[in-house]
Every structure is written in C-alpha cells, then in structure tokens.
C-alpha cells in the first residue's frame, strides 16, 4: 500500500491485460482487509494497510487497473479478516469486530468501493459482534450477506464464497448442504475449489433446495441475472504473439526487465 496509486493502478492494469489474454475475466483482488497481524490468519502483508484509508486507495486503485485491462475485480473477504487470528483455511476464526468497528473501520473500504467493486467475496470467519453467538461463517449469514452487504452497502454486484472447502467450513454439512447454506444466505455463487467433483455434488444439493423452498427461485434468478451480466462479454484466448506482448508491457511496468 506504500506505492502511490497511479502506480498501483498502471501494475494491475498491466495484470488485467495479460490475465485478459489468456482468456480470464475475473482475478479474486484485491484483498480489503484492514489488518496489521502477524500473517497467523494469512491475511498479514496481503492487506494494504491497517486503518481504512490507505486500504481504500489501493484497492481503489486495484479495481480500476483490473477493469482497464478487462477483468472484474474482487473485494475480499467481507466483512473483514483483519482481527482473527486463526487461518480460515484450517479452521473457523472468530472475529473481535464490533458493529461500531465494522462502520468506522474494517467495514469501510467495503462501504467505500462497493458501486465500483463488480464482486464481492465473504469471509469465513464468525463475527459475534455484528451475528450473534451462533458460531457460523459470515459466507453462511443472512444477516451479513443480505441484509448487511446488499441491504445496508446497497452492493448490487455478484457476492461469491469464499472457497467451501476450506477448513473453517468443513463441520457445516457436506459439498452440497454448504452450497445450499451459502446461497440461501445470498450468495450468487458457492465457490468449490479444489475437489473436481464438488460443483457435481453441489449442483445435486440445489436442484431440490430450489424445489422445496430452501432456497427462493426468484433470488435464484436475480443471481443468475448478475452472473450473466458479469459475464456478458467474456474473453477468449488471444494468439501467443498478444498474450507475449501482454507480458512484457507487465514487466516493464514492474520494472523488472
């Protein structure tokens, strides 16, 4: 977060070109955290800074860059993993968040950048300051997805998961009940990213939920919706001669030639 913005925003267009290139036409960046930590919750030096400003001005500057070159950015991880101490890969962290600190601090650069952020990624940690005492991920809360991030934020984009193979959420039911859990709390997508049969087995799980009422059709449709527009325009392949091209405007900019 040292660099000035202009520079910031010059890199990750240089990023979203090449990633467009290759025929991508999103990148999970930029990471909105507020955190200071050791890197125990393996946020550390992935955030920008520890107070709301310096975040706000590079992630601001991160989306621009990305939409530039072509790509949708992400903020990541609502509503902040700043506090935890616990990696969420490996088990469920519970946040110390306050509902006054997510206004006045780590809820800021998702307030901030949300009419500009195309996506928006939940957190897997517990937030008992802002959800009550039930320990769950914010990616399977209601009360944060919808109410708070698209009711209060007015975030009107795509929120996807947080990877649902992650530890933190492994206790929470198998592939398809955490599909089901994090689309009925509003998400638009249930990301599965290791296992290849996962979306299989997820996709099984929410083919019934729809039918049964766990989950709503006509939210179903409004998220569809979003994802068709996120991906009205999506790129294909460019020839090798582009794509190296691509690449070495990136390193220019990185200065590394």
């Not at 009940?177 to 994090?182: G, I, S, T």
Request: charged share 25%; hydrophobic share 45%.
């Amino acid at each position: 977060g040292r660099w000035p913005a202009a520079r910031i925003e010059a890199v990750w267009t240089a990023v979203g070109r090449a990633m467009h290139r290759l025929g991508f036409d999103i990148d999970f960046a930029p990471v909105a955290d507020l955190d200071a930590g050791d890197g125990a919750n393996a946020i550390g030096r992935r955030a920008y800074g520890d107070a709301p400003e310096p975040v706000v001005r590079a992630a601001g500057a991160v989306l621009a860059g990305l939409a530039a070159g072509g790509i949708a950015g992400c903020l990541k991880h609502f509503p902040g993993l700043g506090g935890t101490r616990v990696d969420t890969h490996r088990a469920l962290a519970v946040s110390p968040m306050t509902a006054g600190e997510f206004r006045s601090r780590d809820g800021v650069p998702f307030a901030r950048l949300a009419a500009r952020a195309p996506l928006v990624m939940t957190s897997h940690a517990h937030y008992p300051g802002l959800d009550g005492e039930q320990p769950r991920p914010a990616t399977f809360s209601r009360g944060l997805v919808t109410d708070l991030l698209r009711g209060e934020l007015g975030f009107g984009g795509v929120v996807v998961s947080d990877d649902l193979e992650m530890g933190a959420v492994l206790r929470f039911g198998d592939a398809g009940e955490r599909a089901v859990r994090a689309l009925a709390a509003g998400c638009d997508v249930a990301l599965f990213c290791r296992d290849l049969d996962a979306p299989r087995r997820a996709r099984d799980a929410v083919v019934p939920a729809l039918a049964d009422g766990r989950l709503d059709p006509a939210e179903h449709a409004a998220a569809v919706e979003r994802l068709e527009r996120l991906s009205g325009d999506a790129p294909g392949p460019s020839d090798l001669v582009a794509w190296e091209r691509a690449r070495d405007d990136l390193e220019v900019v990185l200065e590394i030639t």
